[in-house]
């Protein structure tokens, strides 16, 4: 038997396949994984079903429906005020994960250097490494989770490919500010390095803030794969939709990746989404949907011994337990989950080394009544 010469040597079960099957065994409320526990729209799926009734089953064209991206370029000239070529600029792809992975692989050499903010998510550092290519991690500040620009000028070399930024970003539901748009276009403008922007949580964004995204400002634009994912927008994490737009001559390379790799993406779901996007309420008002369960989780949990950081984004909210324990985070999340059934993920599983800030990350994505019974007996510890 040939034995395979791993690409990913280090790479075994997760923290997050752990979590998960630990909240099986134990019955426990999973405030772990970041997936919604509410239905989604029923008339998105009646969209599908109608698709599928009405024989849109068969190959869509390699870069995804034209409606799907004519759709997809209204909503960007809408939400960001920028105009994209539906034809040249956007790829649907089969999730934001894809897009990341299909960008890194679209731009990467073997010895190529890239730059990855930590915490990260999980998929970045792999997918960099199955390239050939070297993450060069660089720590968030651990007292707010803003990026220490020094830091990242100090970690550029010669062979700096390009820079991922996720905001808002998960796990901590930090976001970006202005003053990151002028360090970044500092940054990749002197060293001529490629973006690669995850969007997946454009629109849950809180308390009024805007979300900054690389499709506002061309002279970043121009340098960035930007993607995102219908999972996070719609309610529907298992349709693994989602989609890359990027200028013409970046996309190009991309769908040459893309098309040898899974040619085009699930007809009846682009025809649906085709529709359903010419109603922007149904993202415009996210942001102030899930900011009522940011809330009412963050006044729950102010009766117990946790304490909150604060998240301007995303589905997630960080929390240190100093006042309960000094256990490592991975030690007290899976004793949290044994002894008082509530899952979670350590933040220490988002750095490559285990850098332990004692923190957990909640999804607080989850109907009243999941989140209330959680804190009920996270009360009691
Ligand atoms: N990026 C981030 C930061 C995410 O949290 C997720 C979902 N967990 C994704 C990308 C992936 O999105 P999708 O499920 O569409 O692949």
Same mark, same amino acid.
């Given at each position: 038997?040939?034995?395979?010469?791993? *690409?990913?040597?280090?790479?075994?079960?997760?923290?997050?396949?752990?979590?998960?099957?630990?909240?099986?065994?134990?019955?426990?409320?999973?405030?772990?994984?970041?997936?919604?526990?509410?239905?989604?729209?029923?008339?998105?799926?009646?969209?599908?079903?109608?698709?599928?009734?009405?024989?849109?089953?068969?190959?869509?064209?390699?870069?995804?429906?034209?409606?799907?991206?004519?759709?997809?370029?209204?909503?960007?000239?809408?939400?960001?005020?920028?105009?994209?070529?539906?034809?040249?600029?956007?790829?649907?792809?089969?999730?934001?994960?894809?897009?990341?992975?299909?960008?890194?692989?679209?731009?990467?050499?073997?010895?190529?250097?890239?730059?990855?903010?930590?915490?990260?998510?999980?998929?970045?550092?792999?997918?960099?490494?199955?390239?050939?290519?070297?993450?060069?991690?660089?720590?968030?500040?651990?007292?707010?989770?803003?990026?220490?620009?020094?830091?990242?000028?100090?970690?550029?070399?010669?062979?700096?490919?390009?820079?991922?930024?996720?905001?808002?970003?998960?796990?901590?539901?930090?976001?970006?500010?202005?003053?990151?748009?002028?360090?970044?276009?500092?940054?990749?403008?002197?060293?001529?390095?490629?973006?690669?922007?995850?969007?997946?949580?454009?629109?849950?964004?809180?308390?009024?803030?805007?979300?900054?995204?690389?499709? *506002?400002?061309?002279?970043?634009?121009?340098?960035?794969?930007?993607?995102?994912?219908?999972?996070?927008?719609?309610?529907?994490?298992?349709?693994?939709?989602?989609? /890359?737009?990027?200028?013409?001559?970046?996309?190009?390379?991309?769908? *040459?990746?893309?098309?040898?790799?899974?040619?085009? /993406?699930?007809?009846?779901?682009?025809?649906?989404?085709?529709?359903?996007?010419?109603?922007?309420?149904?993202?415009?008002?996210?942001?102030?949907?899930?900011?009522?369960?940011?809330?009412?989780?963050?006044?729950?949990?102010?009766?117990?011994?946790?304490?909150?950081?604060?998240?301007?984004?995303?589905?997630?909210? /960080?929390?240190?337990?100093?006042?309960?324990?000094?256990?490592?985070?991975?030690?007290?999340?899976?004793?949290?989950?044994?002894?008082?059934?509530?899952?979670?993920?350590?933040?220490?599983?988002?750095?490559?080394?285990?850098?332990?800030?004692?923190?957990?990350?909640?999804?607080?994505?989850?109907?009243?009544?999941?989140?209330?019974?959680?804190?009920?007996?996270?009360?009691?510890?």
């Amino acid at each position: 038997m040939r034995r395979i010469d791993s *690409k990913l040597p280090l790479v075994g079960t997760t923290i997050f396949t752990t979590m998960s099957a630990l909240a099986t065994e134990y019955n426990a409320i999973n405030l772990g994984q970041g997936f919604p526990d509410f239905p989604m729209d029923k008339s998105l799926t009646s969209l599908v079903n109608a698709a599928m009734e009405n024989d849109f089953n068969q190959y869509a064209p390699m870069p995804g429906l034209p409606a799907l991206r004519e759709a997809i370029a209204e909503k960007v000239l809408l939400c960001y005020g920028t105009l994209i070529n539906p034809g040249t600029e956007v790829t649907i792809t089969p999730g934001g994960t894809y897009a990341i992975y299909t960008a890194l692989t679209t731009i990467l050499n073997k010895g190529d250097e890239v730059i990855v903010l930590e915490p990260a998510y999980d998929s970045y550092v792999p997918n960099i490494l199955v390239n050939g290519a070297k993450p060069v991690l660089v720590p968030l500040d651990p007292s707010n989770f803003s990026i220490n620009w020094d830091a990242v000028r100090n970690a550029v070399s010669p062979a700096t490919r390009a820079i991922i930024i996720n905001s808002p970003h998960n796990p901590t539901g930090a976001i970006l500010r202005e003053e990151d748009i002028i360090q970044l276009t500092h940054l990749v403008e002197e060293h001529d390095l490629f973006i690669i922007s995850d969007e997946v949580y454009e629109h849950l964004i809180f308390d009024g803030r805007p979300h900054l995204s690389m499709l *506002k400002y061309p002279r970043l634009l121009q340098r960035s794969f930007v993607c995102f994912s219908f999972g996070k927008v719609y309610h529907c994490t298992g349709w693994k939709m989602g989609y /890359c737009i990027a200028p013409e001559a970046m996309m190009k390379e991309f769908r *040459k990746v893309h098309q040898f790799n899974c040619f085009s /993406c699930h007809t009846p779901s682009q025809v649906a989404l085709a529709s359903y996007l010419k109603n922007p309420s149904a993202y415009l008002e996210l942001g102030s949907f899930l900011q009522k369960k940011r809330d009412h989780f963050t006044d729950l949990m102010s009766t117990t011994r946790f304490n909150l950081l604060p998240s301007y984004g995303s589905y997630f909210i /960080c929390a240190s337990y100093g006042r309960i324990s000094d256990e490592s985070a991975a030690e007290f999340a899976i004793r949290l989950t044994k002894e008082t059934g509530v899952a979670t993920i350590p933040v220490s599983a988002f750095y490559q080394d285990g850098f332990d800030g004692k923190l957990l990350r909640f999804c607080f994505a989850k109907k009243e009544s999941t989140l209330e019974t959680a804190v009920a007996k996270l009360q009691k510890i």
